[in-house]
C-alpha cells in the first residue's frame, strides 16, 4: 500500500511540473485579457483595436500575415489602395505578398483610429 502511495505521489509531482513546464512552450501567449499574441515573423495580431507590431520592417516578396485576434471584425487597408483585406473575423487571417519596397500604411476601415507600417527593403 504504503508503495502505491510513494507512486502515486511521483506522478502527482511529475503532472504538475509537466503543466507549468510545457505552459510557457509555445508560438501563442496567452494576456490576462485572454488575447493571443502570435510570435511569428512577418505576421501582425490585431488585439485590443490596435496592430501589433505597429511597424514591420521585412524584405522585398515577403508574404505578411495578419490575424485577428480581437473578438470584434477588423480590416486591413492599404492607405494607398494597394491592399484590402475586406472583413476580417475575429480567428480569421490576411496575407498580402509585399513585391515593392517602400513603406506601406494601413489602417482599419471599421476603426480608423487603428493604423499601422510595414516597411520593404
Known sequence: MRNILVVAAILII????????????GS?????????TTNVPNSV????FSFKPGELTVKKGTVVTWTNND?????????????D??????????????????TFTYHC???PSMTG?????
Open 109 to 111: 476601415r471599421i476603426h
Open 85 to 102: 483585406s475586406g472583413n476580417i473575423d475575429p480567428g480569421a487571417t490576411f496575407k498580402h505578398t509585399f513585391d515593392q519596397s517602400g
Open 14 to 25: 511529475l503532472g504538475i511540473a509537466g503543466f507549468f513546464f510545457f505552459r510557457g512552450s
Open 71 to 83: 473578438s470584434v471584425t477588423h480590416t486591413v487597408v492599404s492607405d494607398s489602395n494597394i491592399f
Open 28 to 36: 501563442k501567449t496567452s494576456t490576462s485579457s485572454g488575447t493571443k
Open 117 to 121: 507600417k510595414v516597411v520593404v527593403q
Open 45 to 48: 495580431s490585431i488585439e485590443n
